[in-house]
């Protein structure tokens, strides 16, 4: 579906990036790291011409959109040597297409000056509503059964709250979140969840399927709200350990 906002955009191309811009990539590197982060794609489809780069010193040079766009992937495709990506996306003059992490469009609209601050939150909403999202199972048999097949390890994700899980779509995560099968387990102060688990804040177990009762001598025991960056500690320690031991 095309859209047009109801606001202006400024356009910049690779050539005329520098510090503090939005940083672009190429189109062949800029789908490579939203399918490996989980991350949609916000493409420019744009030419070096003296207006782009006029305009480059506008929207695109503005903090609010140079921090909205760290949390998708800015791609740049120039509209007159990359024939090929314009047919995919049906562009034939200066757009911006948002995509998703696979590559699928999402929204397209014409380029032209545009607010920033407006800019910023068009990114920041399409960044937060179009990041890949886990397998998620609710069978824990089922998801057991599965990590045995495939060699892979269990984790159980154990949440009072949906915000609790909110980390857990950060896109520096995707690359070690994805190697385990996941399970989601919501639990209740006073359920029978709670005390089995001996809950008490938002619970990660990472699970040994091949074990006989997985959940008794869990691997791993991520406890408490985590942000991204201690997650991701506590992960990558466990794994490089496990690794070391093999």
């Known amino acids: 579906m095309r859209s047009v906002l109801p606001v202006f955009l400024a356009l910049a191309a690779p050539a005329f990036a520098q510090q503090g811009k939005v940083t672009w990539r ?37 903090k609010r959109v140079t921090a909205a766009a760290a949390n998708l992937v800015p791609v740049y495709v120039d509209i007159k040597s990359s024939r090929e990506v314009c047919e995919k996306y049906g562009v034939t003059k200066p757009s911006l297409v948002f995509a998703a992490w696979n590559g699928e469009r999402l929204e397209e609209f014409n380029a032209g000056y545009q607010d920033a601050k407006l800019l910023a939150k068009k990114i920041a909403e399409m960044a937060e509503t179009h990041r890949r999202d886990l397998p998620w199972s609710s069978d824990y048999d089922g998801a057991i059964e599965a990590a045995a097949k495939d060699k892979k390890l269990v984790a159980v994700s154990y949440a009072e709250q949906p915000e609790d899980e909110k980390v857990l779509r950060e896109p520096a995560l995707w690359p070690l979140l ?43 025991r991520i406890e408490g709200k985590k942000n991204a960056a201690t997650l991701l500690a506590a992960l990558k320690e466990f794994l490089d350990s496990r690794r070391t031991i093999k």
Not at 29 to 58: H, N, R, W, Y
Not at 180 to 198: E, L
């Open 26 to 62: 190429t189109y062949a590197d800029g789908v490579k790291a939203a399918d490996k982060m989980g991350q949609p794609m916000f493409i420019f489809f744009g030419c070096p011409c003296d207006s782009c780069t006029a305009l480059g010193d506008g929207a695109f040079s503005d």
């Open 178 to 220: 994805k190697d385990f099968v996941w399970v989601r387990a919501p639990w209740k102060k006073g359920s029978d969840a709670q005390k089995q688990r001996k809950l008490k804040s938002p619970t990660i177990l990472i699970l040994d399927p091949e074990k006989k009762a997985p959940e008794e001598s869990p691997l791993l």
